[in-house]
């Protein structure tokens, strides 16, 4: 059963950078993906990729941030450049053993696994 740990998460401010790191374990996952809910809104998805490099940005975030994985190591990144106040929100890490294709990349239904969540605050 394959399991994510994200970490990285913190609080900056307006302009800032910040790194999350999420960790899978238990298997090799085909698609992992960030997402994020910041409260009283809805859960979205902000970047996915998967194993052939293949990724997929939310257009909120395109040119801010960037996502990686490391297929070895079974680990994804999201890098979070010219963070906004708006981006404040608490961010989950998702995999699953399957294919995905672009669309489904940034769709929350389907995946299986899911990290606890990391926080996420940046103050104007």
């Known amino acids: 059963q394959v399991q994510v740990v994200e970490s990285g998460g913190g609080s900056v401010q307006s302009g800032g950078s910040l790194r999350l790191t999420c960790a899978a374990s238990?298997?090799?996952?085909?698609?992992l993906a960030w997402f994020r809910q910041a409260p009283g809104k809805e859960r979205e998805g902000v970047a996915g990729?998967?194993?052939?490099?293949?990724?997929n940005i939310a257009d909120s975030v395109k040119g801010r941030f960037t996502v990686s994985r490391d297929n070895v190591k079974n680990t994804v990144y999201l890098q979070m450049n010219s963070l906004k106040h708006e981006d404040t929100a608490m961010y989950y890490c998702?995999?699953?053993?399957?294919?995905?294709?672009?669309?489904?990349?940034?769709?929350?239904?389907?995946?299986?696994?899911w990290g606890q969540g990391t926080q996420v605050t940046v103050s104007s």
């Open positions: 990729i998967r194993t052939d490099g293949v990724t």
């Open positions: 998702a995999a699953d053993l399957g294919w995905k294709t672009w669309t489904g990349l940034l769709r929350s239904d389907g995946y299986r696994a």
């Open positions: 238990g298997g090799s996952p085909d698609s």
